[in-house]
């Protein structure tokens, strides 16, 4: 027995009082994380619902509409498209999303807004300095205020969001591409040049 393995054996022995062999009883478990029984669309109402009930918000919307702004926002609509879905304008389907955290990435394409966020000037001072409306203005400051607020939950309902809409279209891409790696395997050099 060379060095190491002795001192590991030294070591083995010491953590197990002096037992020649530790055995650990084994359970049949399906995952260490527990499962959520609910389906997507509970899920999804759940977390409309605390955040209606959290921040108070007011939007001409119902919670199941909310839920469809949510999804349509995953998919990659325009609040212009979402507004017309609603036959809403698209200013309440803009402040509806915000009020549900989810900031596109083109919401503030022109405005940096750390610079704007703690900036006390008026609209139309900021306006002129950023050569852009004072309207856009206050839709970036909106943009910077529904961040701020999603950080200061710790993007918990972001992420809740992320996980059961975009995770679900990741996890059925996936899905589809195993499947499909898995058919390029399994018929790789078989003979496919065939005539009936």
Request: glycine content about 4%; aromatic content about 6%; charged content about 40%.
């Amino acid at each position: 027995m060379n060095e190491k393995t002795e001192e590991l054996r030294d070591i083995f022995t010491d953590v197990t009082d002096g037992e020649e062999t530790v055995t650990e009883s084994q359970e049949n478990t399906r995952g260490s994380l527990e499962r959520d029984e609910r389906t997507t669309e509970e899920r999804l109402e759940s977390v409309v619902q605390q955040m209606r009930e959290r921040y108070a918000f007011d939007t001409p919307l119902s919670n199941e509409d909310l839920i469809a702004v949510a999804k349509a926002f995953y998919e990659g609509d325009s609040d212009d498209d979402i507004a017309a879905d609603f036959d809403v304008d698209p200013a309440d389907v803009f402040e509806a999303r915000l009020s549900l955290h989810l900031v596109g990435e083109d919401d503030a394409d022109e405005v940096d807004l750390a610079a704007i966020r703690d900036r006390e000037e008026d609209d139309a001072t900021l306006a002129d300095e950023y050569d852009v409306s004072p309207a856009q203005i206050r839709r970036y400051r909106r943009v910077a205020a529904a961040e701020d607020e999603s950080r200061a939950a710790n993007d918990r309902y972001r992420d809740e969001f992320d996980s059961l809409l975009a995770d679900a279209d990741l996890s059925e891409q996936m899905t589809s591409d195993v499947r499909e790696d898995g058919l390029e395997d399994a018929t790789e050099g078989m003979e496919t040049d065939v005539e009936f």
